[in-house]
């Protein structure tokens, strides 16, 4: 597997809190556009930090960079790409590694990332805990202005 295990600690040090990554360029809104998915429609919209869930197993949306690290880093994800996907000197396919076995995931730094989702127009659609209340790691990406994203 193509990564550095040690990106995380190495960037923030290891004693010190990892910078806010603040709201991005959308102050956490989601993107809408013609191709927007049921499940945005029926997400509930987080746009800060504080934001929390209505009920246990909703699902939620978002474009704020600190929500969805914060999010991320609670379930020791990595942002990550899917190696063979690049287009040219652009990342490929987006993806959060939670340390699985899956070899073709690079990690990335949250920069790297964020400036991707950003170029895109993606939403990140989540689940902070699943209707049983147990953690839950889904996430899923969407361009609402492409049918294929």
Same mark, same amino acid.
């Given at each position: 597997?193509?990564?550095?295990?040690?990106?995380?600690?190495?960037?923030?040090?290891?004693?010190?809190?990892?910078?806010?990554?603040?709201?991005?360029?959308?102050?956490?809104?989601?993107?809408?556009?013609?191709?927007?998915?049921?499940?945005?429609?029926?997400?509930?919209?987080?746009?800060?930090?504080?934001?929390?869930?209505?009920?246990?197993?909703?699902?939620?949306?978002?474009?704020?960079?600190?929500?969805?690290?914060?999010?991320?880093?609670?379930?020791?994800?990595?942002?990550?790409?899917? *190696?063979?996907? =690049?287009?040219? #000197?652009?990342? /490929?396919?987006?993806? !959060?590694?939670?340390?699985?076995?899956? $070899?073709?995931?690079?990690?990335?730094?949250?920069? *790297?990332?964020? =400036?991707?989702? #950003?170029?895109? /127009?993606?939403?990140? !659609?989540?689940?902070?805990?699943?209707? $049983?209340?147990?953690?839950?790691?889904?996430?899923?990406?969407?361009?609402?202005?492409?049918?294929?994203?």
């Amino acid at each position: 597997m193509a990564q550095d295990k040690g990106n995380k600690a190495s960037k923030r040090g290891a004693d010190r809190e990892p910078e806010d990554l603040g709201a991005g360029p959308d102050e956490g809104k989601v993107r809408t556009g013609p191709e927007s998915s049921k499940s945005l429609k029926y997400s509930q919209e987080v746009t800060s930090t504080e934001d929390e869930p209505e009920r246990e197993g909703r699902s939620l949306a978002t474009t704020h960079h600190e929500v969805i690290r914060q999010w991320a880093e609670e379930r020791n994800g990595v942002p990550a790409t899917v *190696e063979g996907t =690049e287009h040219g #000197d652009h990342l /490929g396919v987006l993806r !959060i590694d939670f340390g699985g076995e899956n $070899d073709k995931l690079r990690h990335i730094s949250w920069e *790297e990332w964020f =400036e991707t989702f #950003d170029s895109r /127009g993606l939403n990140f !659609i989540y689940q902070e805990q699943r209707s $049983d209340g147990q953690q839950s790691n889904f996430f899923r990406l969407e361009n609402p202005g492409r049918e294929d994203a």
